[in-house]
């Protein structure tokens, strides 16, 4: 296909599974390969498969959970190192990272489900079950 370029090099390219390990998006990379094959990565708006290649300029929408990031490829790293590193292979964008921290206080405002049950049922909450469950 093409030559093997330096990490840093404008026309390097690495497998999107293995540079969403390196940039620490995953803790490992069984689990960025079962994210991409999930539809959870989109690369420049489109699915695609954990073989399919990144380069510097691509755009990355990741689903995490809740959270979704959109990320732009800055550089690209063929090993994970540390988080200092890691955080230098991307560049959030501005609405991603609003997007996001507006979710995050929506989420803790947001009764947890469950919030109102305490214990067992009630002689009274039996009688209730029991009406649904019994015809």
């Known amino acids: 296909m093409s030559d093997k370029h330096p990490p840093n090099h404008p026309d390097a390219r690495t497998r999107i599974d293995k540079w969403l390990w390196a940039a620490r ?3 490992h990379r069984t689990g960025a390969t079962d994210a991409v094959d999930g539809g959870k ?3 420049n708006g489109v699915a695609v498969k954990p ?3 990144v ?3 691509d755009r990355l929408d990741i689903t995490i959970g809740d959270d979704v990031f ?3 490829v800055r550089d690209i790293a063929e090993k994970r190192g540390p988080a200092s590193v ?3 292979l991307y560049e959030e964008t501005a609405e991603s990272i609003a997007r996001r921290s507006e979710a995050r206080e929506m989420r ?3 009764a947890t489900p469950g919030a109102d049950l305490h214990g067992r049922p009630t002689k009274r909450d039996r009688r209730q079950i029991r009406r649904f469950t019994d015809f």
């Open 41 to 43: 990565v989109k690369l």
């Open 108 to 110: 803790r405002f947001a």
């Open 70 to 72: 959109t990320v732009i």
């Open 51 to 53: 073989s399919r290649e």
């Open 86 to 88: 890691a955080q230098q």
């Open 25 to 27: 998006f995953f803790k």
């Open 55 to 57: 380069k510097a300029g």
